[in-house]
């Protein structure tokens, strides 16, 4: 900046211009009040505070400044009066040029001073601070700009006031906000809890702390190895696609004892009870709407019945609560572990001709249960095995009569899966001296029901909440659209804790019916808005805008919280609607009651009038709790590996081909076509070793949806190794070499024995690829009581081996797509065989 700008620029800028109001309104001084620029830029008119001084030429002005354009030069000074051009006096003066963004320097000074700027004298009669002005040829504000000055001077800012960030409770912000409150009013120092201004230190003070650690909160939720709350938790895992559970409940099968006629049961209308911790002498039966009441409000675990099928009524059957298992005559009977089919008494009275006096009403898909009742060694109900009581579901009746004596029979079976797990005993002797036969030791109970726990809870009914938001007009007279938008908060349905069970599938056996998996429950509870029902999901990301869904969540106190839609993915609930909520509530291991403890029968509307003597011969199961936090933070971030979707690799293939039913085992090789890669499946079925002609489609039908592309598939059946195992046995000298030889032979059979044991080589035994070992035999026939000594002369390959070699390591390798395969057929010597020879013995 040069002098001449130096002496615009000297003086402080102020806000109040006082100074030019005393110039204005005197007469002894004289200055610059403010300078217009003529359109040309070349014409100034310079007003002044007071008159024109007389005698003013170009050598009184001086121009100063610039950066692209300097050294302006006034060529003439002219007094204008005039006033239809101006209301004071305004002194013209024309430059040279015009100039330039910059900031010039305009001074009236004695026309003896020089050209030196430091020289200027400023004209006689005038103000020293008001002889120059700053002067702009153009203004940067343009015309739609205020191009009035900024403030003059800038406070400076205050200080901060100190806080402190550690400060995140009631107390600490108490005490920061006293301590700011003695830098700020010095003067006030009241302290007592009634103060006026205490009272309002601590309501700050408390809604501080609520908003701190709703920070928190926020923060805490926004990550799953951080979250606290079962709810933040749950949304989390569903991002990575895992599903956390709530449990579910448990399942129980109930028999009804009946003695008079038939009696059809609404299962909707019935509910069986395990009466509470405190109800002493409980007795078996039937209660009415008082005592269900009264226990419902002491805590008695609620069952009610499920509906299979579409079955909605029961028949309680009176031959149905205690049926005798037909021996056919003989003694000492019993039905074996294992065991898929059973004869029943169907009446008492023999009738030859097979009409009339059939007292059993079973059908396919109902269900028995299988008890002991009576010890097995001393034929006293106090010794019979709790353990040996099991459920099935038949799969097929049939009537027949024994053509001896014409006992009316009912033939019934039940699925494979359903097998007897434990040898059932019908009839024993007792220990001498009595030797008395007894009959009846285990029977079989009709009139069974499945049931599971939970109650009915009180319906909750709510209105929706929210104000009408009008839209807007498009034209002069159309209709306005008034939309009725609800606020997005979740509803709290009272009642703890919620039913979760899983959907009941159809025609299935019991194996499949106890089979339980908490994340495909289901929660129990009814959701109706207008009569119109709503669905619950697990969530509504694939929820089209008007599907009436909701999601079910339930947080750390087990309430239960609905969520619906936002109007994108499902339909949100608008204000005023009337929405109506009916859960079940029970839950988890708490329905998971001993055996005998489901004892009571009620209805839900009334009283049932007539004699029913429930009970459950086998404990309640499948009541699962709820995944807790510390579970899913474990297994979500890596539960998607868990679950394939595509086979890449070999062993991908093999996986999936596994999982058929069926399918004991599966390898895969990939093999070059010529055109492409050709995934070589080879299978080894369960329980036999010729493959099924429907299962070799069935597993190319599975792995095609799973195939790689550009892959084709072949399913091949696995390739079995026939054996030849020669083995020499040193038998002790006080056993029968006869016995110990056809011991031997059963345990290295390929059969599966009466108690369920299996012989070494059964095809469930010999999987894919799985070498056979030498020590294996050794040990296996060693095991047979009598056996002094085993040595192994040979273990080959039947086909490609010669007698007397054995592998150098005690293994024999198989391929991964191999058996290995010893039947001891002697109509198929090329399945494989096991030889012995003995020594010793008698």
């Known amino acids: 900046m040069n002098a001449a700008l130096d002496r615009c620029m000297a003086s402080p800028a102020c806000a109040l211009p006082l100074r030019r109001q005393k110039l204005l309104g005197g007469q002894s001084l004289n200055g610059i009040d403010y300078v217009e620029v003529g359109e040309d830029g070349t014409s100034l008119c310079v007003h002044l505070f007071g008159a024109i001084p007389q005698g003013l030429g170009v050598a009184n002005v001086r121009i100063e400044g610039g950066d692209r354009i300097t050294g302006l030069k006034a060529v003439s000074v002219t007094p204008e009066t005039e006033p239809d051009l101006h209301d004071d006096p305004c002194l013209r003066i024309v430059l040279d040029r015009q100039g330039d963004h910059t900031a010039y320097c305009l001074c009236l000074v004695d026309a003896s001073s020089g050209n030196d700027p430091a020289a200027w004298q400023p004209l006689a009669g005038f103000d020293p601070?008001?002889?120059?002005?700053?002067?702009?040829?153009?203004?940067?504000?343009?015309?739609?700009?205020?191009?009035?000055?900024?403030?003059?001077?800038?406070?400076?800012?205050?200080?901060?006031?100190?806080?402190?960030?550690?400060?995140?409770?009631?107390?600490?912000?108490?005490?920061?906000?006293?301590?700011?409150?003695?830098?700020?009013?010095?003067?006030?120092?009241?302290?007592?809890?009634?103060?006026?201004?205490?009272?309002?230190?601590?309501?700050?003070?408390?809604?501080?702390?609520?908003?701190?650690?709703?920070?928190?909160?926020?923060?805490?939720?926004?990550?799953?190895?951080?979250?606290?709350?079962?709810?933040?938790?749950?949304?989390?895992?569903?991002?990575?696609?895992?599903?956390?559970?709530?449990?579910?409940?448990?399942?129980?099968?109930?028999t009804i004892a009946h003695d008079g006629d038939d009696f059809d049961l609404v299962l909707g209308d019935t509910l069986l009870l395990a009466p509470p911790?405190?109800?002493?002498?409980?007795?078996?039966?039937?209660?009415?709407?008082?005592?269900?009441?009264?226990?419902?409000?002491?805590?008695?675990?609620?069952?009610?019945?499920?509906?299979?099928?579409?079955?909605?009524?029961?028949?309680?059957?009176?031959?149905?609560?205690?049926?005798?298992?037909?021996?056919?005559?003989?003694?000492?009977?019993?039905?074996?572990?294992?065991?898929?089919?059973?004869?029943?008494?169907?009446?008492?009275?023999?009738?030859?001709?097979?009409?009339?006096?059939?007292?059993?009403?079973?059908?396919?898909?109902?269900?028995?249960?299988?008890?002991?009742?009576?010890?097995?060694?001393?034929?006293?109900?106090?010794?019979?095995?709790?353990?040996?009581?099991?459920?099935?579901?038949?799969?097929?009746?049939?009537?027949?009569?024994?053509?001896?004596?014409?006992?009316?029979?009912?033939?019934?079976?039940?699925?494979?899966c359903?097998?007897?797990?434990?040898?059932?005993?019908?009839?024993?002797?007792?220990?001498?001296?009595?030797?008395?036969?007894?009959?009846?030791?285990?029977?079989?109970?009709?009139?069974?029901?499945?049931?599971?726990?939970g109650d009915d809870g009180d319906t909750d009914t709510w209105t929706v909440p929210g104000d009408p938001?009008?839209?807007?007009?498009s034209c002069e007279g159309a209709v306005v659209d008034v939309t009725y938008t609800a606020p997005r908060d979740d509803h709290v349905v009272p009642g703890t804790p919620l039913t979760f069970a899983?959907?009941?599938?159809?025609?299935?056996?019991?194996?499949?019916?106890?089979?339980?998996?908490?994340?495909?429950?289901?929660?129990?509870?009814?959701?109706?808005?207008?009569?119109?029902?709503?669905?619950?999901?697990?969530?509504?990301?694939?929820?089209?805008?008007?599907?009436?869904?909701?999601?079910?969540?339930?947080?750390?106190?087990?309430?239960?919280?609905?969520?619906?839609?936002?109007?994108?993915?499902?339909?949100?609930?608008?204000?005023?609607?009337?929405?109506?909520?009916?859960?079940?509530?029970?839950?988890?291991?708490?329905?998971?009651?001993?055996?005998?403890?489901?004892?009571?029968?009620?209805?839900?509307?009334?009283?049932?009038?007539?004699?029913?003597?429930?009970?459950?011969?086998?404990?309640?199961?499948?009541?699962?709790?709820?995944?807790?936090?510390?579970?899913?933070?474990?297994?979500?971030?890596?539960?998607?590996?868990?679950?394939?979707?595509?086979a890449i690799v070999p062993a991908d293939y093999a996986a999936f081909a596994g999982q058929v039913a069926g399918v004991q085992g599966a390898s895969c090789a990939m093999a070059w076509t010529g055109s492409g890669y050709e995934a070589r499946v080879s299978i080894d079925p369960s329980g036999v070793e010729t493959m099924p002609k429907i299962l070799a489609p069935t597993v190319r039908a599975n792995l095609w949806s799973y195939r790689r592309i550009g892959h084709d598939i072949a399913v091949v059946p696995a390739r079995y190794v026939p054996l030849l195992v020669e083995v020499f046995v040193c038998v002790l000298p006080d056993f029968i070499v006869a016995h110990v030889k056809a011991a031997l032979a059963e345990r290295f059979d390929n059969r599966r024995h009466g108690d369920g044991t299996l012989g070494l080589f059964h095809p469930d035994l010999l999987l894919l690829g799985v070498p056979v070992l030498a020590s294996a035999i050794i040990a296996e026939a060693q095991s047979v009581t009598g056996v002094a000594h085993v040595e192994l002369r040979t273990l080959v390959r039947q086909e490609t081996g010669k007698s007397g070699d054995?592998?150098?390591?005690?293994?024999?390798?198989?391929?991964?797509?191999?058996?290995?395969?010893?039947?001891?057929d002697p109509d198929h010597p090329d399945h494989g065989r096991v030889a012995f020879t003995f020594g010793g013995g008698r």
């Open 277 to 416: 911790a405190g109800a002493r002498d409980a007795k078996q039966g039937v209660i009415d709407a008082a005592a269900l009441t009264s226990a419902r409000t002491a805590g008695a675990t609620v069952y009610a019945p499920m509906v299979l099928d579409d079955q909605t009524t029961r028949t309680i059957v009176a031959a149905h609560s205690t049926i005798q298992i037909y021996t056919w005559g003989d003694e000492l009977c019993c039905l074996h572990e294992g065991a898929t089919g059973a004869a029943l008494v169907d009446g008492s009275a023999p009738n030859p001709d097979g009409g009339g006096g059939r007292a059993l009403k079973l059908a396919a898909g109902d269900f028995l249960v299988f008890e002991e009742v009576l010890g097995t060694v001393t034929g006293n109900p106090a010794d019979a095995n709790p353990a040996h009581r099991q459920a099935v579901r038949l799969t097929a009746v049939e009537l027949s009569q024994d053509p001896l004596d014409g006992t009316p029979l009912m033939e019934v079976t039940w699925d494979a």
């Open 469 to 473: 938001t009008p839209g807007c007009c």
């Open 129 to 254: 601070r008001h002889a120059c002005t700053t002067l702009r040829f153009r203004l940067d504000c343009g015309r739609d700009l205020d191009c009035a000055a900024a403030a003059p001077c800038i406070p400076e800012p205050a200080p901060a006031p100190a806080i402190d960030y550690l400060a995140r409770d009631f107390e600490g912000f108490r005490q920061m906000f006293l301590d700011r409150l003695a830098v700020s009013m010095p003067s006030w120092r009241e302290r007592h809890i009634p103060d006026i201004g205490i009272a309002l230190v601590e309501v700050l003070a408390y809604t501080a702390d609520y908003l701190a650690y709703y920070q928190d909160a926020v923060a805490t939720e926004a990550y799953l190895d951080t979250s606290r709350r079962r709810i933040s938790v749950r949304r989390h895992a569903r991002l990575v696609d895992y599903a956390m559970h709530e449990g579910c409940n448990a399942r129980a099968f109930v």
């Open 418 to 453: 359903d097998a007897l797990a434990f040898d059932l005993c019908l009839s024993i002797r007792r220990a001498s001296p009595d030797c008395s036969l007894v009959t009846g030791v285990s029977v079989v109970r009709g009139n069974v029901v499945l049931v599971d726990h």
């Open 502 to 646: 899983e959907v009941l599938p159809a025609g299935v056996p019991v194996c499949r019916l106890l089979q339980r998996d908490p994340r495909q429950a289901r929660p129990g509870i009814a959701v109706t808005s207008m009569g119109v029902p709503w669905v619950a999901q697990g969530d509504l990301l694939s929820s089209a805008p008007d599907d009436r869904r909701f999601v079910v969540e339930i947080d750390d106190e087990a309430r239960t919280h609905l969520r619906f839609g936002d109007g994108t993915n499902g339909r949100q609930p608008q204000a005023g609607d009337v929405f109506t909520a009916t859960p079940r509530l029970g839950n988890g291991p708490a329905g998971n009651v001993g055996a005998d403890s489901i004892i009571w029968i009620a209805s839900k509307t009334g009283t049932l009038g007539i004699d029913l003597r429930p009970r459950n011969p086998i404990a309640a199961t499948g009541g699962t709790a709820a995944e807790t936090l510390d579970e899913v933070k474990a297994y979500a971030p890596g539960a998607f590996r868990a679950t394939p979707l595509r």
């Open 806 to 824: 054995i592998p150098a390591d005690g293994i024999l390798h198989l391929a991964p797509d191999e058996v290995a395969q010893a039947d001891n």
